[in-house]
């Protein structure tokens, strides 16, 4: 998916500069994807409490849904390439630091190879 992302935002590199890498001494594209990203959030909570209001049933709230999550998915993968982050590494990282902090409160290992 990454790469995916990649390839889309080259191809228009000549238009938007928000795709170009970011660092210290120039973080503009840092900035404007993370304020997307926030923005497509945004999206995303004022669909659930549009339904939450009564808006809309529950089956159009999930047509809705995946795109939400698909354009805060490009954000993320903008955000990880343009600042040269290992996603994957980051999430097994987080993973297990959260194994620390929320033990297991009675639930099996499923990684576990014993029965």
Do not use: C
Not at 21 to 46: I, K, Q, T, W
Not at 64 to 78: C, M, Q, R, S, T
Not at 83 to 97: H, M, N, R, S, V
Not at 100 to 105: E, L, M
């Amino acid at each position: 998916m990454l790469a995916r992302q990649r390839e889309f935002d080259l191809r228009r590199a000549t238009t938007f500069d928000w795709s170009l890498p970011f660092s210290e001494s120039d973080s503009r594209s840092l900035l404007h994807n993370v304020l997307a990203l926030a923005g497509e959030v945004g999206e995303l909570a004022n669909l659930a409490k549009k339904y939450d209001r009564g808006d809309f049933d529950y089956h159009h709230l999930m047509e809705l849904v995946p795109g939400e999550l698909a354009d805060i998915l490009i954000y993320v993968l903008k955000l990880a390439y343009q600042g040269d982050i290992d996603l994957q590494q980051a999430f097994l990282d987080k993973i297990a630091q959260n194994e620390d902090r929320f033990p297991a409160a009675g639930v099996a290992d499923t990684q576990s190879d014993t029965p």
